[in-house]
């Protein structure tokens, strides 16, 4: 969807200027400063810097949404003045990761269901239970305000937006931040550019969290051949009790 | 300086858990303990998964257990015989305690049910240590020189497959250690720990061994079955973590260096109240967080499928 161009005149001039500006009617182009993080022993998190053009006027929304999983949500209750898991629910394809950054409050960019139909917001993420049969919807609203508060303590989810900021009538740019817990895996970064309340154009692009080096190699080995690895992890443990000894023996 | 740990994917400070090894290493030094009942719960309180806490401080206790049994077989402190009876014992209760951990991970109950065990242990023989070495510091100081009669007549003695441990002066039924290794070794799958708290007092009060080869022989199970269980929680579970092993072990190597020196300045039974306030202590903090009203009754676990 391209805007009529008769609109996007008074900004034209201001966007050649910009050295990496689109020629007019380019639409939204975004891209990340790296597609891939690869997480290594001295991982301690990282930031993405996302930047793009659009045609300018409109509101710009990012979502970052990490590989889905189901997720299980406990509830403790008290047996006996002991605190014991009791309840739990199973929510479906849940994102291990989701972050949101807006160049306005979203309340102001569109209405609530405009903002559902694209996930945009922590409060429009679709989180459903596996199986909601016979559950009360308040019920289920508990466990969903649990999981998104538990995933924001482990910021997973973002709590505070960043903002998008403009660095001229068409160029923007946010920072993406993702903590040393991220999940691997493939991620997907969606940009949305919006106007009147609706999304004019999107697009998407892949960003690929994942262990190298010897932390990728050591995790791959105790998963796929954790025999091997069990035995290693003994060769290892009697040597070094060995070695010590022999050590502190001499001295 | 910040390590990624690959399997409890998380970063932890290197220096952080090289000093854990290295005070856990140290007071084991001192009290000649395993010291898995202080390391377990410690790396749970870092933020480790208890599972993953579980299943690597296996393989620290073997690293320690392992050169310490070896020293003592150099000596002809282990009674062999023994030994296998109790490693037989501690391997068939190792499988099934690592079959147990597997379903109560499932369950959502492994960490209230590793919390309750090291309160019922730590809490029986924190307590019964403390009673024994305050009453053997005010013997020592009213009148020294009265000795407690080690072998009593139990039920235990009227079982059946009788076997005789030359090494021990023992002719008892093979089912007693037989079962005291099975259990112990529920335990040391469950909880993370070596078990020597409780083997050396159930090898000396229950079984009736010469505290001479007890230390040895305990530490000869204790070797085997850490062996066993970190090999079964590693292929069960996926929840050894041998960067985070690697670190634990060279800290706590050292650290037992230091204490065995500076226990050596000190005298028995005021080591055993130090080591019963300890215990106790432990056993309060877990005892408390069970059930002190939690910040978020709320918490997440991942589904076993996607």
């Known amino acids: 969807m391209r805007r009529p161009c008769g609109c996007l005149a008074p900004t034209a001039f201001l966007a050649v200027a910009l050295a990496t500006a689109p020629a007019r009617g380019e639409g939204l182009v975004a891209d990340?400063?790296?597609?891939?993080?690869?997480?290594?022993?001295?991982?301690?998190?990282?930031?993405?810097?996302?930047?793009?053009?659009?045609?300018?006027?409109?509101?710009?929304?990012?979502?970052?949404?990490?590989?889905?999983?189901?997720?299980?949500?406990?509830?403790?209750?008290?047996?006996?003045?002991?605190?014991?898991?009791?309840?739990?629910?199973?929510?479906?394809?849940?994102?291990?990761?989701?972050?949101?950054?807006?160049?306005?409050?979203?309340?102001?960019?569109?209405?609530?269901?405009?903002?559902?139909?694209?996930?945009?917001?922590?409060?429009?993420?679709?989180?459903?239970?596996?199986?909601?049969?016979?559950?009360?919807?308040?019920?289920?609203?508990?466990?969903?305000?649990?999981?998104?508060?538990?995933?924001?303590?482990?910021?997973?989810?973002?709590?505070?937006?960043?903002?998008?900021?403009?660095?001229?009538p068409s160029l923007f740019r946010t920072t993406l931040s993702f903590p040393a817990n991220v999940p691997p895996g493939i991620y997907q970064v969606q940009v949305f550019e919006l106007e009147d309340g609706y999304v004019k154009d999107a697009q998407r692009s892949a960003l690929v969290i994942s262990k190298v080096g010897l932390e990728a190699d050591l995790f791959d080995f105790a998963q796929q051949r954790a025999p091997l690895y069990g035995l290693l992890a003994i060769v290892m443990a009697v040597s070094l009790g060995w070695l010590a000894g022999v050590i502190f023996r001499r001295s | 300086m910040v390590i990624y740990l690959p399997i409890a994917e998380m970063s932890v400070n290197l220096f952080l858990l090289l000093g854990l090894g290295g005070a856990v290493g140290f007071l084991s030094g001192i009290f000649g303990i395993g010291g898995g009942f202080l390391m377990t719960p410690l790396l749970i309180f870092i933020g480790i998964p208890p599972p993953v806490a579980v299943g690597t401080e296996a393989s620290q206790i073997l690293a320690s257990s392992s050169s310490a049994a070896l020293a003592h077989m150099r000596r002809g402190n282990v009674d062999l015989r023994m030994g296998m009876v109790l490693v037989a014992g501690g391997f068939m209760g190792s499988a099934l305690g690592v079959w147990l951990f597997a379903l109560l991970r499932q369950l959502g109950q492994i960490d209230l049910v590793i919390s309750l065990c090291y309160v019922l242990f730590l809490g029986t023989?924190?307590?019964?240590?403390?009673?024994?070495?305050?009453?053997?510091?005010?013997?020592?100081?009213?009148?020294?020189?009265?000795?407690?009669?080690?072998?009593?007549?139990?039920?235990?003695?009227?079982?059946?497959?009788?076997?005789?441990?030359?090494?021990?002066?023992?002719?008892?039924?093979?089912?007693?250690?037989?079962?005291?290794?099975?259990?112990?070794?529920?335990?040391?799958?469950?909880?993370?720990?070596?078990?020597?708290?409780?083997?050396?007092?159930?090898?000396?009060?229950?079984?009736?061994?010469?505290?001479?080869?007890?230390?040895?022989?305990?530490?000869?199970?204790?070797?085997?079955?850490?062996?066993?269980?970190?090999?079964?929680?590693?292929?069960?579970?996926?929840?050894?973590?041998?960067?985070?092993?690697?670190?634990?072990?060279?800290?706590?190597?050292?650290?037992?260096?230091?204490?065995?020196?500076?226990?050596?300045?000190?005298?028995?039974?005021?080591?055993?109240?130090?080591?019963?306030?300890?215990?106790?202590?432990?056993?309060?903090?877990?005892?408390?967080?069970?059930?002190?009203?939690?910040?978020?009754?709320?918490?997440l676990a991942s589904a076993s499928h996607p």
């Open chain 2, 125 to 299: 023989v924190g307590v019964v240590m403390l009673v024994e070495s305050v009453g053997a510091w005010f013997r020592r100081r009213s009148r020294p020189g009265t000795f407690a009669r080690r072998h009593r007549h139990l039920w235990l003695h009227g079982l059946p497959f009788k076997m005789r441990f030359h090494r021990s002066r023992l002719y008892i039924s093979a089912l007693t250690p037989l079962g005291l290794g099975f259990f112990v070794g529920i335990l040391a799958s469950i909880m993370g720990v070596g078990g020597g708290f409780l083997m050396v007092p159930a090898m000396i009060y229950l079984l009736g061994m010469p505290t001479a080869v007890v230390v040895g022989t305990s530490l000869l199970q204790v070797a085997f079955v850490t062996a066993v269980t970190t090999y079964l929680h590693a292929v069960n579970n996926y929840t050894v973590d041998v960067v985070l092993a690697l670190a634990l072990i060279v800290g706590g190597v050292i650290g037992a260096q230091l204490g065995s020196s500076a226990g050596a300045r000190l005298r028995g039974d005021q080591l055993r109240i130090l080591l019963a306030l300890l215990v106790l202590a432990v056993c309060v903090k877990l005892g408390h967080d069970m059930i002190v009203t939690p910040s978020d009754p709320y918490s």
């Open chain 1, 32 to 168: 990340l400063s790296e597609h891939l993080i690869a997480i290594t022993t001295a991982f301690v998190g990282t930031d993405v810097v996302l930047f793009g053009t659009s045609d300018g006027g409109a509101d710009i929304v990012v979502t970052v949404v990490g590989p889905r999983q189901n997720q299980i949500v406990r509830r403790k209750g008290q047996i006996a003045g002991i605190w014991v898991n009791r309840e739990s629910l199973e929510f479906e394809r849940v994102p291990t990761y989701y972050a949101v950054a807006t160049s306005a409050p979203l309340d102001q960019i569109a209405r609530a269901d405009v903002l559902a139909r694209h996930e945009l917001g922590i409060e429009h993420l679709r989180l459903e239970p596996v199986d909601a049969a016979g559950l009360a919807e308040s019920h289920i609203d508990a466990f969903r305000e649990a999981l998104v508060r538990n995933k924001q303590r482990q910021r997973l989810y973002s709590s505070a937006p960043p903002p998008v900021s403009f660095l001229g």
